[in-house]
């Protein structure tokens, strides 16, 4: 585009009459293709880039700025939301450890109200024990006496037996035939007699 304007501008350089419009004419032609026109530099071309990025961006801005500004909002509400989310997360962090705290505390509550139970129980078990003791004891006395009744009882039993017995012996051993008659019949005269 701008090697066109340069051209225009030679040509109508070209076509004014006067010698002062040649020395000007010839003087930006030597230096064009001295300088602007050099192999691989080219300088319109990078004029023609500069002029087309200018144009492309005069058209574009609007749409492109309304995209950005409406990306940029999506981008402010996400990292509010964020925010939020991590003030929220903290606030949960905070109640886990006030938590966690707590749970400490309750820890050692819960163990020494349970150490106060072992003990209370503990103490209810050997009383219970020592209850169960004296019963038993109890019991074993009351046993050992009535043992100790049963065993005089036979004893006593066993005494009479043996005395009866033994009485009985020497009885028969002293009575004889004689004795025996004689005892037959005061017996049946204690009675009143045979009719």
Same mark, same amino acid.
């Given at each position: 585009m701008f090697?066109?304007?340069? $051209?225009?501008a030679t040509?109508?350089?070209?076509?004014s009459?006067?010698?002062?419009?040649?020395g000007?004419?010839?003087r930006?032609?030597?230096?064009?293709?001295?300088?602007?026109?050099y192999? &691989?530099?080219?300088?319109w071309?990078?004029i023609?880039?500069?002029i087309?990025?200018?144009?492309?961006?005069?058209?574009? =801005? $609007?749409?492109?700025?309304?995209a950005f500004?409406?990306?940029?909002e999506e981008?402010?509400?996400?990292?509010i939301?964020a925010? !939020?989310?991590? =003030?929220?997360a903290?606030a949960?962090?905070t109640e886990?450890?006030?938590k966690?705290?707590g749970?400490?505390a309750?820890?050692a509550?819960?163990?020494?109200?349970?150490?106060? !139970?072992?003990e209370a129980?503990?103490?209810r078990l050997?009383a219970?024990?020592e209850?169960?003791? &004296?019963?038993?004891k109890a019991?074993?006395?009351g046993?050992? *006496?009535r *043992?100790?009744?049963?065993?005089r009882l036979q004893l006593?039993?066993?005494?009479?037996? !043996?005395s009866i017995r033994?009485?009985?012996e =020497?009885l028969r051993?002293?009575?004889?035939?004689?004795t025996d008659s004689?005892?037959?019949s005061s017996?049946?005269?204690a009675?009143g007699g045979i009719?």
């Open positions: 090697a066109l304007f340069l $051209k225009l040509f109508a350089a070209a076509a009459p006067g010698q002062a419009g040649d000007v004419l010839a930006i032609s030597q230096f064009w293709n001295d300088y602007l026109n192999p &691989g530099f080219e300088l071309k990078f023609n880039l500069a087309f990025v200018l144009l492309i961006t005069y058209f574009l =801005k $609007k749409p492109l700025s309304e500004k409406a990306k940029r981008i402010r509400a996400e990292l939301k925010e !939020e989310a991590k =003030k929220a903290i949960k962090l886990i450890e006030a966690l705290a749970a400490d309750e820890k509550a819960i163990l020494r109200e349970a150490r106060e !139970e072992i129980e503990k103490a050997v219970q024990a209850a169960e003791i &004296g019963k038993l019991q074993a006395a046993e050992a *006496i *043992i100790g009744q049963v065993a006593r039993r066993f005494a009479v037996e !043996e033994r009485a009985e =020497k051993a002293r009575v004889d035939q004689e004689k005892l037959i017996g049946i005269h009675i009719n």
